[in-house]
């Protein structure tokens, strides 16, 4: 089994910046793309940013320019970077992953961590 463990969420003012993190153990072979969603209330889930095991970045049009994705390998971990927020990007923000545990592939959630962005 592997467990996603999201931190840094908060509360920040307008055009302020904030950076999360999600670190993944457990029954770990190997861990393939890492993505943050996020979800708001009345909202569906949404893909806000995704990073491959080799550094290949997407990202929502929502938040291109302003949000950077990256991972440490060496310590399973993933990073959002998140500058200019702004008041809709409100929401609590889930890690997934596809991960091998040495048995087989499969997708894993965080439990997610509020992202509150208001003056």
């Known amino acids: 089994q592997v467990q996603l463990l999201e931190s840094g969420g908060g509360l920040v003012q307008p055009g302020g910046s904030l950076r999360v993190s999600c670190v993944a153990s457990?029954?770990?072979?190997?861990?393939?793309?890492m993505r943050w969603y996020r979800q708001a209330p009345g909202h569906e889930r949404e893909l806000v940013a995704g990073i491959t095991s080799s550094g290949f970045t997407n990202y929502a049009e929502s938040v291109k320019g302003r949000f950077t994705i990256s991972r440490d390998n060496a310590k399973n971990t993933v990073y959002l970077q998140m500058n200019s927020l702004k008041p809709e990007d409100t929401a609590v923000y889930y890690c997934?992953?596809?991960?091998?545990?040495?048995?087989?592939?499969?997708?894993?959630w965080g439990q997610g961590t509020q992202v509150t962005v208001s003056s």
């Open positions: 457990g029954s770990i072979f190997s861990i393939l793309a």
């Open positions: 997934n992953t596809n991960a091998n545990n040495g048995i087989a592939v499969s997708t894993y």
